[in-house]
């Protein structure tokens, strides 16, 4: 096919650009992360962010290009985060995806982030995933569980009705003085704790018992910080809330489960880097036989995911996209099922 897309990432803090060949095959995949900036914030600074995207973009656009050896005129797809993220994040992916499809005369395709975190299992694993899959998308900014029938083609099943799992990583993180961001430094800290050290529970939504809900579980966490110790207990509170947090996302995938033959399951999104929540998936849930993670470089933002996606659907149809366009900062999950 040798078909050749360029894809650009800028939706919160990291500015990344990748080319894929055919939607499958990655030649380059560049990320710029900017957390080193961010971390003395203890979270994302978006004027800050904004300004080292306008920085960083272009070079690493180059830079994709280079390591994949090929050049501007070769690309046949500009593919662009196009929601959710921070507005003036998205606004320069967007606006250098417009201007290079303009001058260039190539066509481009806004993507939703969420999804694609989705479509990194796709990417990430040779053999074709069997569908129809259950998705488990668990990021920064969402955490939900979809049928996936075709790539384009997904029903909701159901969604966190507070924070997201990451976000709950994070904010503990920030309860336990750990640095930004606080997922990977949980899992680390939680390795030398004992996850049974506190009996948290996993928080109920009564009128759905498929929907995931983490403030509660945060809270139990600040109220067992309260009572002790910190610098003794750091990591018993640390490994003892990662465990009930994927307990969480376990349970609600094994009810879905129960009720419904899928083929597979498909994990997405920053959280699904986690080796505990990947182990911890495995062994409870070990009837579904294919289980599909995205490789660790495809898990966290990456464009890589974003030019794979959009050369799927735009293979599928989708004419692309026309300048009006416009990034949204909100509203990616009720787009994906809509
Ligand atoms: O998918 P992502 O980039 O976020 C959105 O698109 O919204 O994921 C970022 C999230 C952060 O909350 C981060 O703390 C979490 O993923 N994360 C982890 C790990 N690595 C990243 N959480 C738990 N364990 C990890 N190893
Ligand atoms: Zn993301």
Redesign the pocket.
Known sequence: MNFLSLGIET??DETAASIVLDGKVILSNVISSQAELHAKYGGVFPEMACRKHIDDILPIIDEALEVAGVTLDQINLISVSKTPGLIGALLIGMNTAKALSFSHGIPFIGVN??EA?LYSAFLANEEPIPLPALGLVV????TFLCKIEDIGSYKAISSTVDD?V??A??KVARMLGLPY????E??KLAKIGDPFKYDFSIPRVKSDPLAFSFSGLKTQVLYAIQKVDLGAEKANIAASFQRVAVQTLIEKSLRVLKDEPYQSMVIG???S??RY?REALKASLPEVSNLFFPTPNL???NAAMIAGLGTALYQKGSKGDSYSLVPSPTGAEKILFS
Request: charged share 15%.
């Open positions: 939706t919160c982030h969420v975190h990021s920064g900014g969402h997201a990451g976000e990583f994070d961001p606080g997922g990977p949980i899992e999104g920053g959280v880097q986690n929540l898990c966290i933002d």
